[in-house]
């Protein structure tokens, strides 16, 4: 008996440490690729040696790569996610209705043969051996020929072909700019592999997630071609188009030209080209190179000029505000549709409108920090990527356009109409598993952007910039998640914020926060506050008296074992905290009923209370 108790024991110990070790780790992956694209038919051929070391503590027996191009074939899940959702991305279909009533019709069923998109991988060898291999549409499936044991390297060897769909999202060719090619998830990718297993997932017009390495990839291309993307040309002086010293004479020799780059550190790589592009240079005083690529169109050419200064500004606001852009070179490139986040790059449709452009090239420039340097997962948590840019975004062009008011202002109207419309999902639904595109794009982008801007509430805004300094400097170069960045706000402001992850990210669990009665008090004024939704917060109340006077009341919420400092001008008082299970909270003041014009809760406005007609008594000023 006491044989089996001790080792039962023993058990249980390394059961525990099992699950506490967590120590971090990443994969790694170095590509070498050599392309030729045949500019009259779009099809292309390839080679790769990919180098991967498997710093995991698991053996693996099988890798897969993304296959990307294979989503743009009638059939393809993708092609059938778009006759399936209600409301699919307009650049995708056609619609042979109306408005009020629209019959949608996929632009990918329609594509012929030379219209459609492919990547296959015509040989795969691992260390010099043959490798079994399985074709599931955009996922290619490898079984090893050896197992690759932890902390090891193998190297794959593959030769593939492809061809460039007509453009429908994201990649393609002559898109309706009439950009040539818009080369993005044009290559194998292999897919990353993490604490959580293999992230193999089809593609099915969402976001992405990528292994950490190194590129060094040759483009042969028509020598008219002119082209914008990731990594450092490394050959400037026999490609030129502006990329030469200046003074360097340069002579193209033969058909095509043998593009060169590099680029470290990155987890994709993009390139776009075009024979009509005008390739403009900028050198910041931070000493990265912008390159700005677009066409020689005068409908568009005077806003490309006009923001590239703004472009700088940008960078100079990113890099103090999160941290510094570690590459040597950027590049903002008129292609694809919309915009679209690359590493050190971003393509974007249009320019005819400067203020499209330049918001825009924010918000996309902005990604090169959350998701390009901070690599999240976009298909498990896109709000981590799309809603901490688009408020990090949105605060850099208030500051450089010297705008005032709360510039995340649209996200929480955003957020309140799918919070009340009954159709919200909790965020952490997986990107393809929305039932609406409307329901991913608002929590993704708008409550992702409220999740950082209403934390600044709850902890303070000095605090909020101190945390998202300390998560650049903590997981630049790595792959968080959100509890990595709970965990950073939690060590910068001493508060318990699990709560907040959780009922924000995990719940569609609502704030609504109410005056519920203002009574004459011996001593004062009783103002009686109520919970009427389930999410939890620290409450704050503003009382403004007839004199123009007024005091901040502030109840801290006692699951949070913090008090917020105070801010601003106004006199707070603090109170006692208000614990979530009590649904009413009396608050009591000095200041006689008569004499008061009138009480907010959270004036700020920065708390997302789905119903701010219980906030406020008496007579607010509206800004």
Known sequence: ?????????????????????????????????????????????????????????????????????????????????LQDIQDPDGRMV???????????????????????????????????????????????????????????????????????????????????????????QWYPKLAEYDFEGWHADPYIAREFHGVWGDFDVTINIDKDYIIGGTGVLQNPEEIGYGYEEEGTKVKRKGKKLAWNFKAEKVHDFAWAADPEYI????????????????????????AWQKIQPETAKLL??????????????????????????????????????????????????????????????????????????TYISGLAQKTIKGTSGNPTAG????????????????????????????????????????????????????????????????????????????????????????????????TTNQIDYAINSVEAAENGTKITLERKALMPMPVEVTVTLNDGSKKLYYMPLRMMRWEKPAEGDVERILKEDWPWALPTYELEIDAAKADIKSIEIDESQLMADVNRNNNTYGQVDSE
């Not at 203020?355 to 920090?369: D, K, P």
Request: hydrophobic share 30%; aromatic share 12%.
């Open 316 to 389: 100079a606001f990113f890099n103090e505000h999160i941290g510094p852009y570690p590459w040597p070179q950027y590049s903002v490139i008129q292609g694809g549709d919309g915009g679209m986040e690359y590493a050190m790059c971003t393509l974007i449709t249009g320019g005819e409108s400067y203020n499209g452009l330049l918001g825009t090239t924010a918000h996309e420039f902005a990604h090169s920090w959350f998701q390009q340097l901070l690599g999240t997962n976009e298909s498990e948590h896109p709000w981590m990527d799309e809603g901490f840019t």
């Open 411 to 506: 996200s929480y109207r955003g957020y309140n109409y799918i919070a009340t419309s009954g159709m919200e999902q909790p965020q952490t639904t997986h990107g393809d598993r929305y039932d609406i595109n409307t329901a991913y794009s608002i929590a993704a982008y708008s409550k992702g952007a409220v999740f950082l801007s209403q934390l600044g509430y709850i902890i303070g805004q000095d605090n909020l910039a101190e945390t998202l300094n300390r998560y650049y400097d903590e997981w630049k170069f790595k792959h968080p998640t959100p509890n990595d960045f709970i965990r950073i706000a939690e060590k910068v402001s001493g508060a318990e914020l699990h709560w907040y992850l959780t009922d924000w990210t995990e």
């Open 94 to 184: 056609n619609n042979k209705g109306d408005r009020q009533n629209p019959d949608y019709e996929s632009r990918i069923a329609k594509l012929n043969e030379d219209e459609i998109g492919y990547l296959r991988a015509t040989s795969l060898t691992q260390d010099g051996k043959k490798v079994e291999m399985e074709d599931e549409e955009t996922i290619l499936i490898v079984h090893l020929a050896e197992p690759i044991l932890p902390g090891k390297s193998t190297t794959f060897k593959m030769e593939f072909e492809g061809q460039v769909p007509v453009q429908i999202r994201r990649s393609g060719r002559n898109n309706a700019d009439g950009v040539a090619l818009s080369m993005t």
């Open 279 to 302: 390739h403009d240079k900028l050198e910041t005083e931070s000493g990265v190179t912008l390159h700005f690529l677009y066409k020689d169109d005068p409908k568009v050419t005077d």
């Open 1 to 81: 008996m006491k044989k089996l108790i001790f080792s039962l024991a023993l058990l249980a110990t390394a059961f525990s440490q099992a699950q506490n070790n967590t120590s971090y780790w990443q994969q790694h992956v170095d590509y070498d690729m050599d392309v030729d694209m045949n500019v009259e038919n779009y099809q292309y051929t390839g080679t790769q040696e990919l180098v991967y070391t498997n710093n995991s503590p698991d053996t693996l027996t099988k890798v897969y790569y993304h296959m990307f191009f294979n989503a743009f074939q009638p059939g393809s899940e993708m092609d059938s996610r």
